[in-house]
Structure formats: C-alpha cells, structure tokens
C-alpha cells in the first residue's frame, strides 16, 4: 500500500471548515485514499472514501487532487465533538482480507 | 454503518492471569477479523489477522502462544492474552471486514479493551 503523510496536528475553531491534509504521491491507479477518525479512548470510525472524484456524505467531503497524489478531507462546521486523531490510508478497494495500516495521523483539536 | 461489539470495554487483572476478550460483528458475516494494540500517545499496530475457521496470521514480532485467537464462527473472534504481564497492558482493538460490506472494503472497528495488567 502506498505511504501517506499527513501533518501532526492542526487546529480550528468551532463552526469553522476543518481542511485536513495528505499526501500520498505514491499512490496507484487502483488505490483508494481512505479516511478515519478515532476520538480519544475509542475505535477508529469510518469517515468517507474516494478513487478520483471527490466525495461528500453526512459527515465530510474528500477532495481528490487530479494526478491523485494528495487528498483533502473537509469537515464543513467542525463542532467540539470533532476533536480527534484522523487517519489518512490508501489501500486497494478489493482487498477485503488485508487490514488496514495506520500511520501518525493528524490531531485534530477543535476549540470554541 | 455496520456493527462491531467488542466485550469487555475495559478489564484490570493480576499477572499471570489470562483475559479473554470478545469481538462480534452485529449486522453481517465477517469472513476476516483483525486485531490491534495501540499504546498511549501511539497509533494502531496490527497484531493479527484471523479468517474464520482457520489459524490466524501473526504479524513480525507478536507471540501467538501469549495472544491467542479464535475465529470459530462468521460472527465472533475472540483474542485472549495468556499469563499477562503490566507490559502488555494496553488498548486491544477489533477490526471486521467482510458480508454486503465488503464490495466497499469498510473495515468497522470495535469500541476497543483498556487492559491493565497488575
């Protein structure tokens, strides 16, 4: 799978758009960029994923760069509920049978 | 979203014990479960990857004499880490993946085991 770099940390303040990034210059053709949040003393929760066109659900938009080398997650009002580590993975969509590998992640701390 | 329920939420126990414990996935079959420990501060490591019914897979490093898993049904995995020592305490996480979900390869996570060894 391909690496992902993500920044450490970031902040924003409540209601604002959280834009989280990440890298994954590496990525192949049949990859998906995966995106995860764990909320302190909890198992990751899924968040959103995408191949090339960009994604939106009830909980963020994922937003795919044209040559795919980086993504962006957007969190449209971030409330303090959104305070977590998020996690960025790029994986092959078929492979139901291997797990997912995490990296650092960013830390995202919201405050009001 | 799919369910995992992972059992207990959280567990202290003497050295030298064995605590078991248990991840089911509520809603669908799931043919592969995985397990990870995650120390403070740290991210997820995987541990183990377990398919039903047959002997899970260990990654570099981890004792599978000391962690043992069952995959016995489509429904429950169980990891059960034998004679405890305080460094194995730590946040046990499960992973299922597999059923209606899988044509989207959303692996669903467990509330996670905060395992305290004394």
């Known amino acids: 799978d391909a690496k992902t770099t993500q920044p450490p940390s970031m902040d924003c303040a409540e209601g604002r758009a959280a834009n989280l990034p990440c890298n994954h210059s590496?990525?192949?053709?049949?990859?998906?960029v995966y995106w995860y949040r764990q909320i302190h003393s909890q198992g990751p929760q899924y968040i959103i994923h995408?191949?090339?066109n960009n994604e939106t659900n009830e909980m963020a938009s994922l937003i795919i760069t044209e040559d795919r080398k980086s993504s962006t997650l957007i969190l449209p009002h971030a409330t303090l509920r959104d305070t977590a580590v998020y996690y960025c993975?790029?994986?092959?969509?078929?492979?139901?049978?291997?797990?997912?590998?995490f990296g650092k992640g960013t830390t995202l701390s919201v405050s009001s | 979203g799919a369910v995992v329920s992972q059992h207990p939420s959280r567990v202290i126990c003497k050295s030298g014990t064995s605590v078991k414990i248990e991840c089911r996935s509520l809603?669908?079959?799931?043919?592969?479960m995985f397990w990870y420990r995650q120390f403070p501060k740290k991210s997820l490591m995987l541990m183990a990857t377990s398919n039903e019914g047959s002997k899970a897979t260990y990654e570099q490093g981890v004792e599978k004499d000391k962690f043992l898993i069952n995959h016995a049904s489509l429904t429950l995995s169980t990891l059960t880490v034998t004679s405890a020592h305080p460094e194995d305490s730590s946040f046990y996480i499960c992973?299922?993946?597999?059923?209606?979900?899988?044509?989207?390869?959303?692996?669903?996570f467990g509330q996670g085991t905060r395992l305290t060894v004394v």
């Open positions: 993975i790029v994986r092959v969509s078929s492979q139901a049978g291997t797990a997912l590998i």
């Open positions: 992973s299922a993946s597999g059923g209606r979900q899988s044509s989207f390869n959303k692996a669903f």
């Open positions: 995408g191949l090339k």
């Open positions: 809603d669908f079959q799931a043919t592969t």
């Open positions: 590496t990525i192949s053709g049949n990859e998906y």
